[in-house]
């Protein structure tokens, strides 16, 4: 027999106890995961400071340092409207699952940032390298700056293996909410305004399912871009060193450096992971937007 209503989308239905059963026990998680970690935490905070306190080109902090603010913005919004546009019957429920808002998106901005700092830290290397490349530099002094820029971009790989490290339960818990989020938060939304017209006639229902939505991809997308951007720049660096190379074929001096700085290069892979279980990058983005759209891998 053909079924003509989803079940699972009157009173207490099972996606919308999904929903918050999966945000409310993995934002937990993050947050007990919180003190388990406070060593490797401090360890990629020192890290950070060390790179920052040792900057050679000084820049402006990028607006990427300050995105809680539009996150948090954007999720005090929503819950007003969601406030405006519904009448909740059990805010024991509803208020614990908005307050789980803030912990996974406080440590998607805590890895955004560190992304940041090293990506920023593999620019100025290679912005370095690339001025090596001039004929007007002398000989000698690019090779000594070029055996610091190697130590440079190890420990700034260093710094985002141990961010990897450290927030990868994190990150994988995270993820899997996200996943999760978005796909039954989408199969309610559409089916009860769009396919039910359980809202019809009000706005606020409407605008604040949109904005759920909205916040999930959010998060999905910066978290994919930041860290895809970190360690694009790190790998960028082998693209100089062949130019550099090109350049000074016959000063033999600096090429002995340039070769075991590309070795060094090649014998590490530069990335960060879930646990090991996937590599968090933009191709994630575009695998898990086609998992979710057309049910494909």
Same mark, same amino acid.
């Given at each position: 027999?053909?079924?003509?209503?989803?079940?699972?989308?009157?009173?207490?239905?099972?996606?919308?106890?999904?929903?918050?059963?999966?945000?409310?026990?993995?934002?937990?998680?993050?947050?007990?995961?919180?003190?388990?970690?406070?060593?490797?935490?401090?360890?990629?905070?020192?890290?950070?400071?060390?790179?920052?306190?040792?900057?050679?080109?000084?820049?402006?902090?990028?607006?990427?340092?300050?995105?809680?603010?539009?996150?948090?913005?954007?999720?005090?919004?929503?819950?007003?409207?969601?406030?405006?546009?519904?009448?909740?019957?059990?805010?024991?429920?509803?208020?614990?699952?908005?307050? !789980?808002?803030?912990?996974?998106?406080? +440590? @998607?901005? $805590?890895?955004? *940032?560190?992304? %940041?700092?090293?990506?920023?830290?593999?620019?100025?290397?290679?912005?370095?390298?690339?001025?090596?490349?001039?004929?007007?530099?002398?000989?000698?002094?690019?090779?000594?700056?070029?055996?610091?820029?190697?130590?440079?971009?190890?420990?700034?790989?260093?710094?985002?293996?141990?961010?990897?490290?450290?927030?990868?339960?994190?990150?994988?818990?995270?993820?899997?909410?996200?996943?999760?989020?978005?796909?039954?938060?989408?199969?309610?939304?559409?089916?009860?305004?769009?396919?039910?017209?359980?809202?019809?006639?009000?706005?606020?229902?409407?605008? !604040?399912?949109?904005?759920?939505?909205? +916040? @999930?991809? $959010?998060?999905? *997308?910066?978290? %994919?871009?930041?860290?895809?951007?970190?360690?694009?720049?790190?790998?960028?660096?082998?693209?100089?060193?062949?130019?550099?190379?090109?350049?000074?074929?016959?000063?033999?001096?600096?090429?002995?450096?340039?070769?075991?700085?590309?070795?060094?290069?090649?014998?590490?892979?530069?990335?960060?992971?879930?646990?090991?279980?996937?590599?968090?990058?933009?191709?994630?983005?575009?695998?898990?937007?086609?998992?979710?759209?057309?049910?494909?891998?």
């Amino acid at each position: 027999m053909m079924r003509t209503e989803a079940l699972c989308s009157q009173g207490n239905y099972c996606s919308a106890f999904g929903l918050l059963l999966s945000h409310t026990v993995i934002a937990l998680l993050v947050i007990l995961l919180v003190p388990l970690r406070y060593k490797s935490t401090i360890v990629c905070f020192n890290q950070a400071n060390q790179i920052l306190f040792n900057r050679r080109i000084k820049q402006n902090l990028s607006v990427t340092y300050y995105s809680l603010l539009p996150f948090t913005f954007s999720i005090i919004v929503k819950i007003i409207i969601s406030n405006i546009g519904f009448y909740i019957k059990e805010p024991e429920l509803y208020y614990p699952y908005n307050l !789980a808002y803030f912990g996974p998106i406080i +440590i @998607i901005n $805590v890895v955004g *940032v560190l992304c %940041c700092i090293c990506e920023q830290e593999y620019d100025e290397i290679n912005q370095e390298i690339k001025q090596l490349c001039s004929k007007d530099v002398n000989k000698k002094y690019k090779t000594e700056k070029l055996k610091l820029l190697m130590d440079d971009h190890w420990f700034a790989t260093n710094f985002l293996d141990n961010i990897s490290k450290c927030f990868a339960v994190d990150l994988f818990l995270i993820m899997i909410d996200i996943y999760v989020q978005l796909v039954l938060f989408l199969y309610v939304t559409l089916w009860s305004m769009f396919a039910q017209k359980v809202f019809s006639g009000h706005i606020w229902p409407h605008a !604040a399912g949109l904005l759920e939505v909205m +916040i @999930i991809l $959010v998060k999905l *997308v910066y978290l %994919c871009y930041r860290c895809d951007r970190a360690v694009a720049k790190g790998n960028f660096t082998l693209f100089h060193l062949r130019h550099l190379s090109t350049v000074t074929t016959y000063d033999f001096d600096i090429q002995p450096v340039i070769k075991i700085f590309t070795l060094k290069l090649n014998s590490r892979d530069i990335m960060i992971t879930a646990y090991g279980f996937f590599t968090i990058n933009l191709a994630l983005l575009v695998r898990v937007r086609l998992s979710v759209f057309t049910g494909k891998k």
